[in-house]
């Protein structure tokens, strides 16, 4: 073979293997469609960004919120309504651009079995398309939701039978092609309020979900002002806010043992702050506006014995603080005071909170190490902060429990010890 041929086979040889590399390298083999689980360290928000990130299929761990409601049926044995069971009812935020007709897809599964199945249709939000300027151009993501107000699943029809510890599977589902996409796995724990009637009769059982974990932690919102001369929407869509004290929204979790969403404060809540160790000074004596958003709560009746109420609430908190607001203000700015900032909500002479968080130069929270890892994810904005309670619990701690081994949002692991800091209070459940 001369040369000129023998350089010639090469050659073509090596084109060969060329193309065919390039060939799988463009067209990969295609296996069949599997939902995955997003890799959450590429969620969650960039201090001082000026813009959102553009998140895809990633769920709002700041929104979500499960309630286990009762569903019963009526015995003639019995001669009234007895037990069948809970239904879930979730309140859900995935990030994303979806189109019209999406939705959630949620699954309870306890042993690796599927006890309930709920599907329905989100609302989605698009901000290219809103015909408000400072909408489109915002630093939020796009997101679907639970429509405004409402919630997914709570059917009667579709219900599991008894208490314990249940997964719960997320799922979004594209409105165009019907593709689910796990979310999350998250975990709850379920525990039954039993009634018994006069005559030692069974009754209708209550329900609820305890939600212990998230007490040392809180969601820290910004809310700033807008051209219109409003504020920022709240972190869920709840409408709260016509009127409020500053810019600068938390939310935080408490227990109760009363038959009550509110919190019986002495006077008017009222909260006292420093910043690297100084005291603020706020205008109206740092008057806070404070009010449940949302709750999970049951009762226990016994023939002959009083009634026992439990209830897990968030909370919303709208701090004096001013942070891009609109108009002139003597109250302190979170912008230009940047450090460690630690704000007490007090009830009189009682503090029932402290709230800590630091700032950075560019004015911006600087994110947990839970937040900033990608173990949670919160709306932008949104942060997560530490929250110390008093030593064996305030006056309106109904009931406290240490859950070091929980996970924080229904059983997101903690890569922190913040859960090892909460004291006992009362009785952590219902129990005959």
Not at 99 to 112: A, C, L, M, R, T
Not at 153 to 171: C, L, M, S, T
Not at 253 to 271: C, H, I, K, Q, R
Not at 354 to 376: A, C, L, M, Y
């Amino acid at each position: 073979m001369n040369k000129s041929l023998y350089f010639s086979v090469i050659a073509i040889l090596i084109l060969s293997t060329f193309a065919t590399a390039q060939f799988k390298i463009k067209i990969p083999k295609i296996g069949k469609e599997k939902p995955q689980v997003p890799n959450v360290t590429e969620s969650g928000n960039a201090s001082g960004s000026s813009g959102g990130k553009n998140r895809q299929m990633v769920i709002d761990d700041g929104f979500t919120f499960f309630e286990a409601t009762p569903v019963k049926e009526r015995s003639e044995k019995y001669k009234g309504d007895i037990s069948k069971g809970w239904t879930l009812t979730a309140n859900l935020r995935v990030f994303g651009t979806f189109p019209n007709n999406s939705g959630f897809k949620i699954i309870v599964i306890q042993n690796g079995k599927a006890l309930a199945t709920y599907s329905c249709t989100g609302k989605t939000h698009r901000k290219s398309e809103s015909p408000v300027r400072e909408v489109k151009n915002s630093p939020d993501d796009d997101f679907m939701s639970t429509e405004t107000g409402g919630s997914c699943g709570r059917k009667e029809n579709i219900f599991v039978e008894k208490p314990g510890k249940y997964d719960v599977q997320i799922f979004a589902v594209n409105g165009d092609t019907d593709a689910a996409s796990l979310l999350r796995t998250y975990k709850i724990d379920v525990h039954e309020a039993k009634k018994i009637r006069p005559g030692n009769l069974p009754g209708a059982s209550d329900f609820y979900i305890q939600r212990y974990a998230e007490t040392p932690v809180a969601v820290l919102y910004l809310r700033p002002g807008l051209e219109s001369g409003r504020v920022k929407p709240d972190y869920h869509e709840k409408g709260m806010g016509t009127s409020l004290k500053g810019n600068v929204d938390i939310y935080f979790n408490m227990a109760a043992t009363e038959n009550s969403d509110s919190l019986s404060f002495d006077g008017v809540p009222y909260a006292r702050c420093f910043v690297n160790g100084q005291r603020v000074n706020f205008e109206n004596e740092g008057q806070v506006k404070i009010q449940s958003v949302r709750g999970d709560s049951a009762k226990m009746e016994r023939d002959g014995k009083p009634t026992e109420y439990i209830g897990f609430y968030n909370f919303w908190l709208n701090l004096p603080i001013v942070w891009k607001g609109n108009g002139q203000s003597g109250n302190p700015n979170m912008e230009k005071q940047t450090g460690e900032w630690k704000c007490d909500l007090r009830n009189g002479s009682e503090t029932i909170r402290t709230f800590k968080w630091n700032v950075g130069d560019d004015g911006f929270p600087i994110e947990h190490f839970e937040q900033k890892s990608g173990n949670v994810n919160l709306h932008w904005g949104a942060y997560l902060i530490d929250v110390d309670i008093p030593a064996g619990g305030s006056s309106l701690d109904g009931r406290l429990m240490p859950t070091p081994n929980a996970g924080l949002f229904y059983g997101i692991p903690w890569k922190t010890e913040r859960n090892a800091t909460v004291p006992a209070k009362g009785k952590p459940f219902l129990t005959p």
